[in-house]
């Protein structure tokens, strides 16, 4: 485990995504700095990075969005591979007709499960944007948290998907109870299917709570966001016991408990996993909601960093994707973060500024220009 | 080209699992070829299973008298009483020769996304069992899946002080039915149950 296994693009094939007719490129190693006016298409081949290892996109969840607009098919390929060492390499593809839905594949072979085929570890994205790890729904901040535990803890997402089917079952069954009167004493069942399940994702959870929270008070402070940087896993029911596993459990399985009529009346399952929040502030003021649009963009970005960190301490090394990162950081503090970007990943970042202070990049940067729908070197 | 018999054929036989329409056609010309007594013969074993067979009276698997040639066998050991969700789990458990006990079939697992309670399962009928034929061991052999877990929690609950309750060892493959493990697996499960808390 403490290899790492740094993942690597080595190039990409973009056809009628948004604004690009078709582009392919080879990336190199180390920085890249995709260079161009704004409505260039920048944003969208980081986009198609990130279609191409998650299959999702970050800026919409309709895939149908993103194809060009006077084309019915987009396609996005790209040769990744995972460890310099043994040069495991992948060609992997995702395409998505209007009408006929989402094709993957890798090495030429059909993929029908999205979860066969993303890779959670391989990438992490900021777009300035969309700061939805930050001050988007509480589900945004878990689905971060749950794709780094994903990647980092065998045995997370079956545990995950364990918990979401047996409340699926106790909904159901509330649900029938409330309409129908049949009794719902059946429910403490699916209660301790998901107490054991979700014990183990809240116990994951807070571990890589614990492990992110000094990096992310470190990343914080270093792109000038201020001391006191905080991290908090907002447990749901907030007063869950917690000293072991066993106790774990045997507090979900009393809440559950304890809960159903309340349950039963709104035919959903008010408390669990499924409603946990992640804190994210300096000393006691909440950046989620009380944030400057500034403040939660460094947030957002010592978050990633701090995800970053994790994921090669854990022998993963994700490529870097950061949209539009250097134009709102003042000179020192853009320096703090080329500074920090120096370890040996792969990091893509676009900027709009015509004169990108290239005296501040690295020798080694290689820099794209993006525009009037051609990027070359 | 097809006759209204034979597209019936093809219909009938595209509906059996893992038969797709292409299948069912190879298969329904195959038995084109095949001499007359061999297709009748199919024909006839297939009139007789629908007509003789029906559900045990006290265990719910598959029987052509009043009682399935397991509940027949008086050389079989009345304390135990192995649960299952389908008739096809007993086969299996057979297979391992480590089982000499009586079954109870559920007819599936609790589900209620799929609208199913413990009122649709035979759940009464096994609390009856238990209390009139001196069971001491209930060995809960429903598959090791999510519905499966979950009805064994529940009746292991709703038994508790009853009889004394036991469920397989793990190291079964999880989230598959129990006719998928191999004998020496599923042998072991059992040899390994453990009593459920
Ligand atoms: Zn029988």
Redesign the pocket.
């Known amino acids: 485990m403490t290899d790492g296994h740094p993942w690597r693009v080595h190039d990409l094939e973009i056809t009628d995504v948004r604004c690009w007719n078709h582009l392919s490129i080879e990336i190199p190693n180390g920085l890249v700095v995709l260079c161009g006016p704004n409505g260039a298409g920048k944003t969208s081949i980081i986009e198609a990075l990130v279609i191409a290892t998650l299959g999702v996109s970050p800026r919409t969840s309709q895939l149908g969005e993103l194809i060009r607009a006077s084309a019915s098919v987009m396609r996005v390929t790209g040769t990744f591979s995972e460890s310099r060492a043994h040069d495991m390499t992948q060609h992997r593809e995702i395409g998505y007709a209007s009408g006929v839905g989402r094709r993957l594949s890798i090495d030429g072979a059909p993929v029908r499960q999205l979860a066969q085929w993303r890779r959670p570890s391989s990438v992490l994205v900021f777009m300035p944007e969309e700061l939805r790890a930050v001050k988007g729904p509480p589900a945004a901040r878990r689905r971060g948290l749950d794709r780094l535990l994903e990647a980092m803890v065998p045995g997370f997402s079956e545990h995950l998907s364990g918990y979401q089917e047996a409340t699926t079952q106790r909904n159901a069954l509330l649900r029938r109870a409330r309409s129908t009167g049949i009794d719902p004493a059946s429910a403490f069942a699916w209660e301790t299917r998901m107490a054991t399940h979700g014990a183990v994702v809240v116990q994951s959870r807070r571990d890589a709570i614990t492990e992110l929270r000094p990096r992310f008070a470190f990343w914080l402070e270093a792109l000038g966001g201020g001391s006191g940087g905080v991290l908090e896993l907002e447990s749901s029911p907030s007063n869950l016991c917690a000293v072991d596993n066993d106790a774990l459990v045997a507090s979900f399985v009393e809440q559950f408990a304890r809960l159903r009529p309340r349950d039963l009346a709104a035919g959903l399952t008010t408390t669990g996993p499924h409603r946990d929040d992640i804190w994210i502030g300096i000393g006691d003021r909440d950046l989620r909601r009380l944030g400057s649009q500034g403040e939660q963009r460094t947030a957002a970005l010592a978050l990633l960093l701090a995800h970053r960190d994790l994921l090669r301490a854990a022998g993963s090394g994700p490529i870097l994707l950061l949209d539009d990162v250097l134009s709102e950081l003042d000179p020192g503090r853009r320096q703090a973060l080329l500074a920090a970007l120096t370890g040996d990943e792969q990091v893509i970042l676009s900027s709009a500024d015509p004169d990108v202070s290239f005296a501040d990049l690295p020798a080694e940067t290689t820099i794209f220009q993006v525009r009037d729908g051609v990027c070359h070197v | 080209m097809l006759t209204p018999s034979l597209e019936r054929l093809i219909a009938e036989l595209s509906r059996l699992p893992g038969v797709g329409p292409r299948s069912a056609q190879r298969l329904a010309f195959h038995l084109l070829k095949a001499p007359n007594e061999r297709t009748l013969a199919l024909a006839g074993a297939l009139t007789q299973m629908s007509e003789r067979l029906r559900p ?6 598959f ?1 052509e008298d009043e ?6 066998d008086q050389r079989r050991d009345r304390t135990l009483l192995c649960v299952v969700e389908e008739p096809s789990s007993i086969l299996p458990i057979e297979r391992t020769h480590e089982y000499r006990g ?2 109870h ?1 559920l007819g599936g697992a609790l589900s209620p996304i799929d609208g199913i309670d413990p009122g649709d399962l035979r759940i009464d009928e096994l609390v009856r069992r238990v209390d009139a034929e001196g069971v001491t061991e209930l060995i809960v052999a429903t598959n090791p899946t999510m519905t499966g877990e979950a009805t064994a929690l529940y009746l292991s609950d709703l038994l508790r002080g009853k009889v004394q309750l036991t469920r397989l060892a793990s190291g079964l493959p999880v989230g598959a039915d129990l006719e998928y493990a191999d004998e020496l697996t599923l042998g072991r499960a059992l040899l390994g149950r453990r009593v459920l808390e």
């Open positions: 045990c009276s006290r265990c719910f698997s029987a009682l399935c040639p397991i509940c027949q009586y079954y079939v």
